[in-house]
């Protein structure tokens, strides 16, 4: 597939407000295919309500949004036919078998029987799930959902990924396989958004952070420009995350608490 | 519209029952045999085919019996008319049941909201679902038979008609279901997850209505009317009530075959509009409320403080009264529990109901309407209390951790649990006993006799539920909440029915005594055996509560989830 984009994600002006709260405020970004980009930031920061953005699910109030070169205002499901997805907490068809569901997702973003076949055979062996394929999804515990969410993201190929919380209640041994799988995935061009609450992955696996706070992109650059924005060489990403969005006085509330 | 998609989405909804069926299921790569699914629709032509068969030769075979066959002829294309009428309103009634009864699973039905699906297509396959099913085969069955049958009467051209209107009935039925389901989950949904005492009253009332009416209908239903007076009511309604869209199928059969052609290709136009109009508010309607997760920004107010409460007043501990505040959200929330409203209104209007046709038949005794305000006044708070108990510990699920590992006596757990029980029954008893009193007009003894007995009940028949509950409680969850186990339930209905006749024992001799008149002297006043009552429903009481604590320390002590 030939590309026509210069940046697989690109957000211009980007406002979204909630009555009288300012979720998305003013956000300029834009992603090179095939980076892996961290979305930073508390909770309540506007990281959601912009990975919704990207996916048409959220229309913002002003500004635009470009995925993958389209417009997703204008072709929401164009865009998230291109797009994997895997939400924090995966909502799935709990009704289904595990390949039931996997089934449905193939066949849903179109894919060709024996690929899909194949494809789903290797995930399961590689994420550990043989053997519990033809559970009903009920049964499963949260790290066997998160796998089978994760597996329906890669499935289809997607030429960028949006992960929200993508290592959530995954074991070790899972967890660094997705991670080496993103790794090789962005060598061959696909471009994954992922946000998390641990700074470690975001700092060992991201190209590039963007830390967002209040609705602002407070902070956007790999970890050296990070580093030299805060005036903190040398600091890992949690100091430069606490520092850049005032929650760096942590001693001090643990000694109210303490107390 | 991708016409795949919709099907691999109504593919997906067919499954969505499994959770309510505990189906067993089949692993990957198990070929099934195709015809063995289509088994389920194959049947009913096979059997219509043979029905109708049956009954074309039994017509042919009264050749000589003009007047008979021109009955047959008649009612035949009486039917015919009332059929897409007939067919939309059990088509409605059955996929609002399923939603119902899909409605107490846990488990999501909605498609993932980041999958290329447009809501067109996820409407449409919602819709095709429903339909997929009972109405889909009572509709094969139904048009099997009118088909077959027709070619003998000569009504074919009408027959075809009818089976079509029939499969477009089914499809208007789904659809309404589809916009009452959204309608459900965002305004009623949002009831159910939004707090305060208007909305408590809102879930409470609604509640009530719906059960009222479906049993209501139910009895109507069962009270013995006959199949022909149905269709001539049918057929009767949809010409009184032309202007309600639902009958325009049924009319549009009838204008086509009997009035002005005109007509009929009017009301085959209005139904075709209306079908896509409410296709079209399906969609709509998905559109802006189908997400299950709506982006919003929840924003609270104020600091939290926890409460002392109104119910420390009545001496409740704060512990006690959180777990009493916890569970009067969880049975004014969760729909599952809402169950338990049931009860007590089809106790009372199956007393209510049997007296009405009783009137009708037979002359009732004096003593009667004493009898049956009993029933109306006693059964309700009492099985209310029973069912409670019932599942009160179950309930708790897998949350029951949390109380394993909060401090939290058997005491405060088993006080707090039989004080909600309590308070639910003795809230039901005034209206049941009111709505008995205005129907059957006892005697103020009596009324004040059988109040008190309903008060006993609830306590004693409480303290053994909650005994029993929680022995037999089952915590599992998936794939929904089962509360009890299925040997405990027999066992809490079974000792709940002694220990209730143990109570109500000393008022048989006053009981018999009243209804055999002169014939047996009364040996026992009315208050005496209601002070006896009381002893025993006390005793009673004060043993089972005992054994529940006991069953309460068993349970803390052992946590096993």
Not at chain 1, 30 to 54: D, Q, Y
Not at chain 2, 177 to 189: A, K, M, N, P, W
Not at chain 2, 278 to 301: D, H, K, Q, V
Not at chain 2, 469 to 490: C, H, L, Q, V
């Amino acid at each position: 597939m030939t590309q026509k984009y210069t940046y697989a994600v690109e957000l211009k002006n980007v406002v979204k407000r909630y009555n009288e709260i300012q979720a998305v405020n003013n956000v300029d970004l834009a992603i090179k295919p095939g980076e892996i980009f961290g979305l930073l930031g508390p909770n309540g920061s506007g990281k959601s309500t912009t990975l919704k953005m990207l996916l048409g699910l959220v229309q913002p109030d002003s500004g635009s949004v470009n995925v993958l070169g389209l417009n997703v205002k204008e072709d929401a499901v164009a865009v998230k036919r291109l797009v994997g997805y895997a939400p924090e907490s995966p909502r799935l068809y709990e009704f289904l078998t595990g390949i039931e569901f996997l089934d449905f997702i193939g066949d849903i973003y179109g894919m060709q029987t024996e690929d899909k076949k194949n494809r789903i055979n290797e995930y399961l062996k590689a994420l550990q799930l043989e053997g519990r394929e033809g559970d009903m999804i009920s049964s499963y515990s949260e790290g066997m959902k998160q796998k089978i969410a994760l597996i329906s993201a890669f499935l289809h190929r997607p030429r960028l990924l949006i992960l929200d919380e993508p290592l959530n209640a995954l074991d070790p041994r899972s967890a660094r396989l997705v991670k080496d799988f993103l790794h090789e995935l962005k060598l061959q061009g696909v471009t994954t958004i992922m946000s998390t609450h641990i700074l470690e992955i975001a700092q060992a696996l991201c190209d590039r952070v963007g830390i967002m706070y209040q609705g602002k992109l407070l902070a956007l650059g790999n970890m050296d420009e990070l580093r030299h924005m805060s005036k903190m060489p040398g600091s890992g990403l949690e100091d430069i995350f606490l520092k850049l969005t005032g929650t760096g006085d942590i001693r001090a509330v643990v000694e109210e608490l303490v107390k | 519209m991708n016409w795949k998609r919709v099907l691999y989405l109504v593919r997906v909804g067919m499954k969505a029952g499994r959770l309510i069926r505990g189906q067993r299921l089949i692993k990957y790569n198990v070929t099934r045999n195709r015809l063995f699914s289509y088994l389920m629709y194959l049947i009913p032509i096979a059997i219509g085919l043979a029905i109708g068969l049956l009954v074309g030769n039994f017509y042919n075979s009264q050749a000589s019996n003009s007047q008979l066959q021109g009955l047959f002829s008649q009612g035949m294309q009486s039917l015919l008319f009332s059929l897409p009428t007939i067919v939309l309103v059990y088509s409605l009634v059955f996929t609002m049941l399923q939603q119902i009864q899909r409605s107490g699973v846990r488990f999501s039905q909605q498609v993932p909201y980041w999958l290329p699906v447009t809501w067109q297509e996820h409407t449409l396959a919602s819709i095709i679902a429903d339909v997929l099913g009972f109405p889909l085969i009572s509709v094969i069955f139904i048009s099997s038979v009118a088909l077959t049958f027709s070619a003998f009467v000569g009504q074919v051209p009408l027959a075809v008609g009818a089976v079509l209107a029939m499969c477009v009935a089914a499809f208007m039925a789904s659809a309404t279901t589809e916009v009452f389901r959204i309608l459900q989950v965002r305004f009623i949904g949002a009831i159910y997850k939004s707090t305060g005492r208007a909305a408590v009253w809102v879930r409470f009332v609604g509640s009530m209505l719906f059960f009222i009416v479906f049993y209501v209908i139910y009895f109507y239903i069962t009270s013995g009317a006959n199949a022909l007076y149905f269709v001539q009511t049918v057929a009767y309604a949809q010409s009184a009530i032309w202007f309600v869209p639902f009958v325009w199928l049924g009319l549009t059969l009838y204008s086509l075959m009997n009035g002005p052609l005109l007509l009929g290709a009017a009301f085959i136009v209005l139904s075709l509009l209306f079908i896509v109009g409410l296709f079209l508010l399906g969609t709509a309607l998905n559109s802006r409320f189908g997400l299950y997760e709506p982006p919003a920004i929840t924003i609270s107010r104020g600091v939290y403080a926890p409460k002392t409460g109104f119910l420390g007043r009545f001496g409740f501990s704060s512990v006690e009264a959180a777990l009493i505040r916890k569970d009067l959200k969880a049975f004014t929330r969760r729909r599952e529990l809402m169950t338990s409203f049931i009860l007590p209104i089809v106790f009372l209007i199956i007393p209510i109901m049997s007296s009405l046709n009783g009137t009708q038949s037979s002359s009732a005794s004096n003593e009667l309407p004493s009898f049956m305000f009993a029933f109306t006044s006693l059964f309700p708070a009492a099985l209310m209390a029973m069912s409670l108990g019932n599942f009160m510990t179950g309930e708790e699920g897998q949350n029951m951790w949390r109380l394993y590992s909060s401090p939290i006596s058997a005491k405060n757990f088993v006080k707090s649990k039989y004080a909600f029980i309590i308070f639910f029954a003795l809230l039901v008893l005034p209206i049941t006993g009111a709505i008995g009193f205005l129907i059957y007009h006892p005697s103020l003894q009596t009324t004040l006799a059988m109040a008190i007995e309903s008060v006993f009940m609830v306590f004693a028949l409480g303290a053994l539920s909650v005994a029993n509950g929680i022995k037999g409680a089952d915590f599992s969850e998936a794939p929904r909440p089962r509360m009890i186990r299925t040997k405990w339930a027999f066992i809490n209905m079974l000792t709940c029915a002694g220990a209730g006749l143990a109570v109500l024992a000393p008022l048989v001799p006053y009981v018999l005594s009243t209804f055999s008149g002169s014939q047996l002297g009364i040996f026992i006043e009315l208050y005496q055996a209601v002070i006896i009552s009381g002893v025993i429903a006390v005793a009673l009481t004060v043993i089972f509560y005992l054994m529940a604590v006991g069953n309460a320390k068993d349970l803390l002590t052992k946590a096993e989830v």
